[in-house]
């Protein structure tokens, strides 16, 4: 396996990078916010309240009271 960041080979001690520098790295792309987690959900708060208030109105059209 190699190292995410650098590609070298993995050292145990800092598996699955291969040495603290890496492992710093990668840590630090996570905390800035370099790495997401893909969504198809509205990032505006405003817009995603909008689209929770049409799926219930939705939902509720669809079942019968």
Not at 6 to 22: M, N, Q
């Amino acid at each position: 396996m190699s190292c995410p960041v650098c590609a070298r080979p993995t050292a145990p001690a800092y598996r699955p990078f291969c040495s603290r520098r890496c492992a710093d790295i990668d840590l630090a792309k996570w905390l800035s916010g370099s790495y997401a987690i893909p969504s198809d959900d509205p990032e505006d708060a405003e817009a995603a309240l909008d689209e929770a208030m049409r799926a219930e109105e939705a939902q509720s059209k669809e079942t019968p009271n």
